[in-house]
């Protein structure tokens, strides 16, 4: 509602007070649903429940690539009918969009190497989309996607992986593409140590 009313879309704040708890895409998201649809219950939700559907088809989609048709349509009917999955892909949330960008950037992260072992220019579509899962959730979507990586590496006894993904250009678009509005934000006093501290390391740690 700040959003729509002061046509500042950049601020996370509530009543002049700045919320410091997730980047911002979540928050456009919603605003432009919001935008399109008026601000009610049904443009609030729409993120997440297209979220929603599009992780049930993309997991067809992967699982039927590296394993089959039947595995693919079993394993999208599996995530359809989780009832944790079905309720997170219905409440205002982050949970379904980073889930599905955090998705998106593993398909790529699998078509642009892991699928033929060689980097193709589909890599630097991983990177782009992990920024974005970056200004949904913040450098944990990075340890997230890093943990998952390392796995393969280890999988696959081949530490030069690490090169052959262009680790360099990824992390230039990511930074190109997610710092700017960070540090836009960092401007003000509380955000940076808030963010990043409380609301990233020590959520993340469990302290």
Not at 9 to 28: A, F, G, H, T
Not at 134 to 151: D, E, Q, R, S, Y
């Amino acid at each position: 509602r700040t959003m729509l009313t002061t046509g500042n879309w950049l601020d996370i704040s509530v009543k002049n007070e700045v919320i410091s708890e997730k980047p911002i895409l979540s928050y456009w998201f919603c605003t432009a649903s919001a935008w399109l649809f008026g601000l009610n219950e049904f443009a609030l939700r729409l993120p997440t429940i297209l979220a929603g559907i599009l992780i049930a088809l993309l997991t067809c989609f992967i699982c039927g690539r590296m394993y089959g048709d039947s595995s693919g349509f079993l394993s999208g009917y599996i995530v359809s009918t989780m009832i944790f999955f079905v309720y997170i892909s219905h409440e205002v949330s982050i949970d379904a969009l980073l889930t599905l960008f955090y998705l998106i950037t593993m398909i790529f992260l699998y078509v642009g190497y892991f699928e033929h072992n060689r980097a193709n220019w589909k890599i630097y579509l991983f990177y782009i989309f992990l920024a974005i899962s970056v200004m949904l959730k913040g450098p944990v979507a990075i340890l997230l996607v890093g943990l998952t990586g390392l796995f393969l590496i280890i999988k696959k006894r081949n530490p030069k992986i690490i090169w052959e993904i262009k680790p360099i250009s990824g992390i230039i678009i990511i930074i190109i593409l997610a710092s700017p509005w960070f540090i836009y934000e960092s401007m003000h006093a509380k955000f940076a140590y808030d963010f990043f501290v409380n609301q990233n390391i020590t959520r993340f740690t469990g302290i």
